[in-house]
């Protein structure tokens, strides 16, 4: 059964420190991974990642892809109150119309 | 602006009542889904829709029904079967299936059983 685990489920820090946010991944025929910022309703797309060891980078986050160990990290720095979110990893599997959704980590960023 | 547009935003289901939540789309996009979300789970697919007039069970169809005869619109019921409903849901759409990595979603419903 194809799967995406995501690690902590909660986490909760103070502004400007550094986080680091975990996806693992156990599908068969991986084609990509995507990362997804959901604040309130509607997620907002962040990263897709295909080739491993090449980091992506957006402002103060970054994310990167290891296809050995199967997983995948977000990483956001100097953290922002407005950095409070959801944050989903979904696996693309190929030939497959779906994505398959880890359980998202919920970031609290305290001022 | 295109985008996504869900409704209503709050609904809220009696006991054996059929409930239909709204998606439309202005991107001129092929495909459609629609996704559930509870808390501490992540994004499970109830339906998609390649193209009009066609649509795929997803994970989790059962107790739902879907339609898309226009290529802008795919509601979804959420019929009596289903037991427990209370959750929110989410419509997406992509510029074809084979592409479903950029998904664009909608705000979402959260629906609730009285």
């Known amino acids: 059964e194809d799967k995406v685990v995501q690690s902590p489920l909660s986490l909760v820090v103070h502004e400007g420190d550094t986080v680091t946010l975990n996806c693992s991944y156990e599908?068969?025929?991986?084609?990509?991974l995507l990362w997804y910022k959901q604040e309130k309703k509607a997620p907002t797309f962040l990263f897709m990642l295909t080739s491993s060891g090449i980091e992506k980078k957006s402002g103060r986050l970054s994310s990167i892809l290891d296809k050995k160990e199967l997983s995948s990290i977000l990483n956001i720095t100097a953290t922002q109150t407005g950095d409070s979110a959801i944050y989903l990893c979904a696996a693309v599997i190929q030939g497959a119309q779906k994505l398959v959704f880890g359980q998202g980590t919920r970031l609290t960023i305290n001022p | 602006d295109g985008g996504i547009t869900q409704s209503p935003k709050y609904l809220f289901r009696k006991e054996g009542q059929n409930v239909t939540l709204s998606c439309e789309q202005n991107?001129?996009?092929?495909?459609m889904y629609w996704y559930r979300q509870d808390p501490g789970q992540g994004l499970r697919l109830i339906y998609y829709s390649q193209i009009v007039n066609d649509f795929q069970k997803g994970d989790i169809a059962e107790g739902y029904s879907v339609s898309r005869e226009k290529k802008e619109s795919f509601p979804l019921t959420v019929t009596s079967a289903q037991k427990n409903p209370t959750a929110f849901y989410l419509c997406?759409?992509?510029?074809?299936?084979?592409?479903?990595?950029?998904?664009?979603f909608g705000s979402g419903t959260q629906l609730s059983v009285l």
């Open positions: 991107l001129n996009h092929d495909a």
């Open positions: 997406a759409s992509s510029i074809m299936v084979a592409t479903n990595e950029k998904l664009f």
């Open positions: 599908v068969t025929n991986f084609r990509s």
